[in-house]
């Protein structure tokens, strides 16, 4: 049996170009990233949320609303305040709604999809929307602006909110069950 050397020699060296490729310094590439230390990543961050409260501040005023903040941020005005059971976590929540950004945009309704049902605690949702609707009680109305921290964040959800989007939830407590 006649050994081809030269084939084996191929594979040899194309075996250890790609194992070097895998396996590069990146240096080079961390090199051209600027170094930002902690403090300025923190007061950086401060800034844009501080700029999108005072957008979001301005699209409330536009409106007329006299809207409430909880401390992690979340804008929300009780509509009309319901008759049924709290919301809870724990329970199952089911909701009509309609997704909007401050543009007027509309990216979701439950009037193109069906009502949105989740269980109330267990993620799955923005944590915006899980932090508004213990809030309220099964028939209740509400809106809520969800800074982009709270909603989709830096990505949007790769479909119809875009990255970094502040999202406007008006929405109808239809129904909370238990588990």
Known sequence: MKVNYYKYG???????????????????QDEKVPSIDEETLISTNRYIIQKEVERIGNYVERRGWDMDTTKSGLWYMIIEKGAGPDAVKGKIATIEYEISLLDGTVCYSSEQTGPKQFTIGFGGVESGLEEGIL????GAEAIFVLPPYLAYGIPGDQKKIPPNASLVYNLRLIKVEGR
């Open 10 to 28: 191929i594979l040899f060296l194309l075996i250890q170009v790609i194992l070097n490729s895998c396996f590069r310094d990146t240096t080079e």
């Open 135 to 138: 809030l309220l009680n099964e």
